[in-house]
């Protein structure tokens, strides 16, 4: 290499935004496998890089010994001073070498670094932007389709749309500029993997938020969407400014921004509610279009019981209960729905029992159970606790009975000596006389 090869290196790390530290040292470091390969050399050798002008200098690294044991390894003192008169006994020695042809193999062998490190910083640099757009949408163009994926211009990068992210009632033709959401962003040795998806609930979000500018300035607010992609979303949203109305704003004048998410949605319809704090109207507003006449909800349980007219009962289940089961998981509420002379012929407890309200009983008598139960057995260990002291006093009373006879004991023997006493002294009185 030569002092060109540095200025064009240097060129190329600016171009491509690389390291050249980095790309030196890996050029270092291949150059040393290289000198060891070809040469078929097993010496430990060094190999120094002038940034500078290019220069290359490899030298074979030796210990300093007495008595050489190992050629590979070793080099005697008297060498090593004719190399260098610095050296001492057991420093390590740098034995300048001058292979053959090695000029040629350092070429090719920087050519490569520098080839695998530009892909590297490529890879590394699509990652990073890609990494940080995940969840977000982007535009790309449709190239082909196999049995399983579709295959997406990214204009960097292509992109994948597997199956299980693909809706289907949509169709991929070649050459087709669709929206998608990065799903996900994967690394790997070769360049990343694009996770694309068409069925996502956030790329509708991403959709509104690109045509309503509202949503993007925090005015109005999506608080949950419930969507089976390719047929029917339901969304739910509300304004933070009472002077503008949510749900006209993401309709737009005569429909223009609702219609453009669903041109490019190929036709799924989308239901736009309001969302609402009392439970009640907000499960009336997520069955919409269908009329309500009664909800009725048990908030410990999430679950409510909605009376419909006879007329209204289909439109508000919708076609194979998709629109009961979207209100559902928008709302996050079970939601049994009958019509009005349904309801009329059903007693308390199956209401009850609708609402889960008897779980609520079955619970509270299980607890009540629990504790009378527990009840008991403090009144038995009260019992036990009693008779121990009956016990305990029965004890002391006989211990009491026994002081006292022992006591009694006493008392006639201090008697006994009494008598004996004045007797004995009577008896010397009468002596005396």
Known sequence: MNNDFMLALDELCKEKNLDKATILDALQKALIKSYQKNYDNEENVDVIIDEETGQIEVFALKEVVDEVDDTITEISLKDALEENSSYHLGDIARIKLTPKNFGRVAAQTAR????????????????????????????????RQDKYNVYVNLDKIEGVVPIKEQVPTEEY????????????????????QIVLSRSSQDLITRLFELEVPEITDGIIEIYSLAREAGSRTKMAVFSNDEGIDAVGACIGFKGIRVNSIVEELQGEKIDIINFDKDIKVFISNALSPADIIEVLVNEKSKKSLVVVSSDQLSLAIGKEGQNARLAARLTGWKIDIKSSEEYESLSQEEIDEILGLNEIDEEASEVADEDDALDDEDISLDLDEENDDTEDDLIEDSEVEEIIEEESDDTVEDIANIDSTVKAYEEDESNED
């Open 112 to 143: 490569n670094i520098v080839i695998q490190k530009i892909r590297d910083a490529q890879r590394d640099s699509l990652y990073g932007e890609y990494i940080e757009r995940a969840n977000e949408m982007i535009t790309g163009t449709v190239q």
């Open 173 to 192: 033709p070649a050459n087709a500029k669709m929206k998608f959401l990065i799903k996900e962003v994967r690394n790997s040795s070769k360049e990343p």
